[in-house]
């Protein structure tokens, strides 16, 4: 029995895409060989990454803009430290709104100075900080996108002087934005685009070479834009399930295909959740993320009977992190509307149980 799978990462992905790269594992292109053992040198997985990263720049409207895309390794979390590395030249203005961006912060104050213009800190991050001044001498400004643990969702952003950085691991591809306002986007690939293994950096070029200090090969994004994306072996697998993926958007009408029956999806979630007196949501009402909906019981008696009825109705991945208890609906583009509505027809059991 296949499961409603409400996981935040590694999450659902398309099922067409499960079904093409499974294939892919055994016979890769009709060549006799398993995408798992190819060269990355040879022909056929040139063309992944080339088609890879055409995709990702087309979805997102980039294309002949100066920006490049790149597929690496070590997931959103090296990318608080590359970032840094290759910006900071002597001070960072940072936006927190949760658990990542303020590891973000703490690989950042490892290069220079980190100036907090803002923080959700005090309501336990169940809102987005506006109305904030940006230092105009920040080497750039940095901000989280989505924040899976907490539900918030940044809607609209800063416009800035100075370079704007933001990691969109949990929502990239979901919303239509102007994504030109970025010079650096990053997303660890396991929440709305492949497996976990690979994360893509969309870059400016413009914006690199500035610091003064000398970066390792590893971590220098002018080194991998040189190479690539190849400048050491790259996740192979990771990258042709991301490329699959990136197919498939593209093919349900792009960002605005998904991003329509990402709205309908919250709607229906966030409807139920305000709508069943036993549950109360956790996220300020106009920061609610479209991905990521936080919710909890109001009694807590109620717990067991809860996840034993969602467990006969296959749902998966719906406890909260472990950091804030509760429940997440992680609601990503491949997941279908479909298990949203048996979630809800759940919440609406446990009310008439109750």
């Known amino acids: 029995m296949k499961k409603h799978n409400f996981s935040a990462g590694p999450c659902i992905l398309p099922q ?10 055994l016979n890769f292109n009709h060549s006799g060989l398993s995408i798992l053992e190819i060269s990355h040198r040879s022909k056929d997985f040139m063309a992944v990454m080339e088609e890879a990263q055409h995709l990702a720049l087309d979805l997102l409207r980039l294309e002949d803009k100066g920006y490049k895309a790149l597929f690496l390794q070590g997931g959103a979390s090296t ?15 940072y936006l927190n709104t949760g658990t990542w961006s303020s590891k973000a912060i703490k690989e950042a104050k490892l290069f220079g100075e980190v100036e907090e213009v803002a923080s959700s800190k005090d309501k336990n991050f169940n809102y987005i900080p506006k109305n904030y001044s940006i230092p105009a001498d920040a080497d750039y400004l940095h901000c989280t996108s989505n924040n899976t643990i907490f539900g918030t969702q940044i809607k609209e952003f800063p416009t800035v002087n100075i370079p704007l950085v933001c990691d969109m691991s949990s929502d990239i591809f979901s919303r239509e934005l102007d994504f030109s306002k970025f010079d650096l986007i990053y997303a660890g690939a396991q929440k709305n685009m492949g497996p976990a293994g690979t994360t893509l950096v969309v870059v400016k070029e413009d914006i690199l070479g500035k610091v003064s200090r000398q970066i390792p090969s590893m971590l220098d994004y002018q080194v991998h834009i040189g190479k690539d994306s190849m400048f050491n072996t790259p996740p192979v697998f990771a990258v ?8 498939w958007i593209k093919q349900k009408g792009g960002i605005a295909g998904v991003q329509k029956l990402n709205e309908e999806k919250a709607a229906l979630m966030y409807g139920e959740i305000d709508r069943n007196p036993l549950f109360e949501g956790f996220a300020a009402l106009e920061d609610r993320s479209m991905m990521n909906a936080t919710f909890n019981l ?3 008696k109620l717990k067991d009977l809860f996840e034993d009825l969602a467990k006969v109705a296959h749902i998966n991945g719906i406890n909260g992190h472990r950091s804030v208890g ?4 992680s609601m990503y583009n491949a997941l279908p509307k479909e298990s949203v509505e048996v979630l809800v027809n759940v919440m609406k059991e446990l009310e008439t149980q109750a």
């Open 16 to 25: 067409s895409v499960f079904k093409e790269s499974s294939e892919a594992i």
């Open 79 to 93: 990318q608080f430290l590359m970032a840094a590395y290759n910006l900071l030249e002597k001070k960072a203005a």
């Open 240 to 247: 042709y399930t991301s490329m699959l993926t990136l197919r």
């Open 298 to 300: 109001k009694d807590e």
């Open 326 to 329: 509760g429940y997440r609906a």
